[in-house]
């Protein structure tokens, strides 16, 4: 069991995004986005980031564990929006008993 969150830690603004796939006028899929929580406080932590030359291009990639309440749509299929700055989530674990959620996320490439 979670003892209590420390909200003071939550000191960043973010924006869960989940995928809402739609046709475009040509009748093409199209991936769009579209919010489920907009404004939310939480705590961001960065884990290790990495770079590689990869054909003449530098490729970084940068990966963080993001900390919110809890939220039941909040699956490894949505995506994190904070300020420029995009990260997909790749894992979701359940902190306490639906107090918390912790996302692992990777930040997307050329989302700026």
């Known amino acids: 069991m979670l003892k209590s969150l420390n909200i003071g830690s939550f000191d960043r603004l973010i ?3 989940a995928n809402a796939p739609s046709l475009a006028a040509d009748g093409l899929p199209v991936d769009s986005w579209s ?3 907009t404004n ?3 705590q961001r932590k960065f884990k290790k980031g ?4 990869e054909e003449g291009k530098l490729n970084t990639t940068q990966e963080a564990t993001y900390i919110v ?5 909040i699956t490894a299929k949505c995506r994190i929006v904070e300020g420029t700055k995009e990260y997909q989530v790749t894992a979701v674990t ?19």
Not at 50 to 53: C, G, K, L, M, W
């Open 40 to 42: 939310i406080p939480a």
């Open 15 to 17: 924006s869960i995004q």
């Open 94 to 112: 359940e902190l306490g008993r639906r107090q918390a959620l912790e996302l692992q996320c990777i930040e997307i490439e050329g989302a700026q």
């Open 35 to 37: 919010n489920l929580y």
């Open 69 to 73: 309440r809890w939220g039941a749509n």
């Open 50 to 53: 990495n770079e590689q030359a």
